[in-house]
């Protein structure tokens, strides 16, 4: 127990450690938090619960000196009842003890070898519930197998009408019986399209009961990928007419089948979904993200193109989950597990519940294609395949689970384990994982011949930004060359490995077979992707529609084979005042498949100046790019990364700030390892604990908003080129809703 000059001041998310950038020494060990609660009079007959949402490892919570609970694992949530236990007029001493370190029964594995990091702390948030003794229960204290709290089901779908099931877990800890009334009312943009009231329902003293509802919706705005329609559903619990208590669930109309070739059928539609793995990590604070720092992930990924993410390889955040169901990403939601597994009963127990509690807390979002109940690259033996497969029947029934061996009802496949041994499915196929392993550890994937000349570091797809356009490109290449051979495969899906740079944990360096860097700035092979997605998919939510994108730097050096991304029909490729070429999409062994090859101009020889790219469809502009050659280092440019989401205040938020070298003409300059320092202003904290250095002309800053933008700014300055950028003013962002 720390002692009383030990405490810090903090506020969540928190994590206990900041992080360098390259975290090869993961702090782990005990962690103690502790908060007063008052008691407040109007609590009196109620019931008082605390659910954490997120506390890693394993907790140990004690009120008032007394024990009164502990949980094992650190993704998902788990909550406690208080009533009892809190003392009536006074102040009672809520204290929460943490450890991190390595749990043979949580797992995943040691960290010393697990090539991700699992951080620490109370990273997510911890809320105190009180509610009247007549209750629509907690779903993770109510522990009820497919029920607790509210579950929404969809047992009929159609463009014409829809039926959803809803069911109402209400707890009654009166000492007499009650006949409450549950009232359901479904919202479309404020608009109520469907209601139901029960009759009145009689709970005898110290009962519990599901109550069965059922609305009928015509002509339902179906959620799908490329239109997510979202409803609210308000649930009204009343006792003698007054309102105890109210609850809203956002949902998603929409059905999920398979037809007799496998093909993924959303609402009777066939859809191949393209998409991306993601570890939820950031710089320096780990998981201890906010909600809008979340969402600003999801916004990247949706922009990137992808409709799909596997969260890997956890359960990730409630707030990422919430902006899946509202951008259109299908998820597969995915409980701990990378190559550890255990016959003791206790490992086997631990996993089983975390498969129903994370089907518990995530049942109701409509962005849940499965449920990955199965320990990743994992040796499980088939009973226990069996009774993981069974939970998640048992939790949701109907629901499909997933898992990399056969005995799911979806089978997850990496590229690498199709290329050691391949077999036709005959089920639903995912390529779980591609485009990084196969290119680091088998000597380019499918490409051994043609790119034996390249260096083990040249032909691999991890690549900072910092190792420049000639690797970047092939980074961009194997992306191609793989995605390419997974349309060949029967497979519904696809998860390029993965999304955003992230520290391996044991490593001396940082896993970089992201298209975005650690600190979401994107690579060439972000404008790949960007450019497989359909030009008729246009939304305000995310970047969309035509787009073209020069994968060069146009200076001394570059390829004159220059490559331009675009999901346009025809692209003309201009040097200065002269038309290099029009052309079509290229064709040849990495493209027959893809729904938009790139484009290839052979430019003879490298002349200072800009290249510009004119994209066509129907022979009608549609988008545009151009890359000048720099010149030198003449200012310091300062921009705010809001992705869709300006700068929240009061709840830790945190935003990256980026610092780029441009010349005179406001051309990028792309130089590595130049000293950035930063000047911040007002209630923001800068988060990087070390000096800041450019990569590819660009340096990134974590900034965590306080209580106040007011007089919030942020300028940067440069010892070696003696420049200062003009100031950023965080209110101004915030105000405008500006987006990046």
Not at 74 to 86: M, N
Not at 478 to 506: C, I, K, S
Not at 593 to 601: D, G
Not at 616 to 621: S, V
Request: hydrophobic share 35%; charged share 20%; net charge negative.
């Amino acid at each position: 127990m720390p002692q009383s000059a030990d405490w810090q001041p903090v506020s969540l998310p928190h994590t206990p450690q900041i992080e360098p950038m390259l975290v090869n020494n993961q702090w782990q060990g005990i962690a103690w938090y502790q908060k007063t609660l008052s008691w407040q009079a109007d609590w009196q007959d109620k019931a008082v619960l605390l659910r954490f949402e997120a506390a890693m490892n394993v907790a140990e919570v004690f009120l008032n000196g007394e024990q009164i609970g502990h949980h094992l694992g650190g993704y998902l949530p788990f909550t406690l009842d208080l009533t009892e236990k809190l003392v009536p007029g006074g102040d009672n001493l809520l204290q929460v003890k943490l450890d991190n370190r390595d749990n043979p029964v949580t797992g995943p594995k040691p960290l010393a070898q697990l090539d991700f990091n699992t951080y620490g702390g109370l990273y997510r948030d911890v809320n105190l519930l009180v509610k009247d003794a007549l209750h629509i229960s907690d779903e993770m204290l109510a522990n009820e197998t497919a029920g607790g709290g509210i579950f929404v089901t969809y047992p009929q779908v159609s463009a014409e009408q829809a039926t959803l099931n809803i069911q109402t877990h209400l707890v009654n800890r009166y000492s007499e019986s009650q006949q409450p009334v549950l009232q359901q009312q479904l919202y479309y943009q404020d608009q109520l399209v469907a209601e139901v009231s029960s009759d009145t329902t009689h709970l005898t003293a110290g009962s519990a009961a599901h109550i069965q509802q059922q609305l009928i919706v015509h002509e339902p705005k179906l959620w799908h990928p490329a239109s997510p329609h979202l409803y609210q559903l308000r649930t009204s619990l009343y006792l003698d007419g007054k309102l105890l208590q109210q609850q809203h669930t956002r949902l998603g109309i929409r059905s999920f089948a398979f037809n007799a070739q496998h093909q993924l059928l959303i609402n009777g539609e066939v859809t191949f979904l393209r998409g991306v793995n993601r570890h939820q990590e950031y710089p320096h604070v780990g998981y201890a993200t906010s909600a809008a720092a979340d969402y600003r992930d999801a916004v990247k990924i949706k922009s990137a193109g992808f409709d799909y993410v596997r969260l890997s390889h956890y359960p990730h955040s409630p707030a990422f989950m919430a902006a899946a169901d509202e951008l259109g990403l299908m998820l597969i939601d995915a409980i701990p597990g990378w190559q550890y597994y255990s016959a003791e009963p206790a490992f086997e127990q631990q996993i089983v519940q975390t498969c129903r509690d994370m089907i518990r807390r995530d049942r109701n979002h409509a962005s849940v294609l499965a449920w990955e109940c199965s320990l990743n690259e994992s040796d499980m033996p088939d009973n226990f395949i069996a009774t993981l497969h069974n939970t998640v029947k048992q939790e949701y029934p109907g629901a499909y689970s997933a898992g990399w061996q056969h005995g799911f009802d979806m089978y997850l496949q990496a590229r690498q384990h199709r290329q050691m041994h391949y077999e036709t499915p005959t089920q639903p196929y995912n390529v779980s994982e591609y485009g990084d392993w196969e290119y680091y550890a088998q000597n380019a994937g499918l490409q051994q011949d043609s790119w034996a000349d390249l260096k083990e570091e040249e032909r691999t797809s991890r690549q900072l930004l910092r190792h420049g356009e000639a690797r970047l490109l092939q980074q961009a290449l194997n992306l191609q060359e793989a995605h390419n051979d997974n349309l060949t495969t029967p497979a519904f899906a696809d998860g390029y490995w993965v999304m955003f740079d992230y520290n391996r944990g044991y490593a001396d360096d940082l896993e970089a077979s992201g298209i975005m860097s650690l600190y979401r700035l994107p690579k060439y092979s972000y404008y790949f992707f960007q450019s497989q997605r359909s030009a008729k998919q246009i939304s305000d939510n995310y970047a969309s529609g035509p787009m073209v994108h020069i994968a060069s730097e146009w200076r001394e050096g570059s390829s004159t084979k220059v490559r331009v991304f675009s999901n346009a029909d025809e692209v003309e490729l201009w040097l200065n005042d002269t038309m290099i070429a029009r052309q079509k999409p290229a064709t040849g062994p990495f493209a027959t498949h893809l729904p938009h090859p790139p484009f290839e101009f052979d430019v003879k020889q490298f002349t200072p100046g800009t290249l510009s790219a004119k994209a066509f469809i129907n022979n009608q502009p549609v988008a545009q790019h151009s890359v000048t050659t720099p010149g030198d280092v003449a200012a310091l440019r300062i921009t705010l990364d809001s992705s869709g989401m300006a700068p929240q205040t009061g709840v830790n938020d945190l935003v990256f700030v980026y610092a780029e070298l441009t010349d005179s003409r406001g051309n990028l300059v792309p130089l590595n390892d130049k000293l950035i320092k930063f000047s911040l202003a007002g209630d923001i904290h800068l988060v990087n604990p070390e000096p800041v250095l450019t990569e590819q002309g660009k340096a990134a800053i974590l900034v965590r908003i306080g209580d106040s933008l007011q007089g919030a700014a942020i300028s940067a300055y440069s010892d070696d080129f003696n420049i200062v950028s003009s100031e950023l003013a965080l209110a101004a962002k915030a105000a405008s809703g500006e987006t990046k």
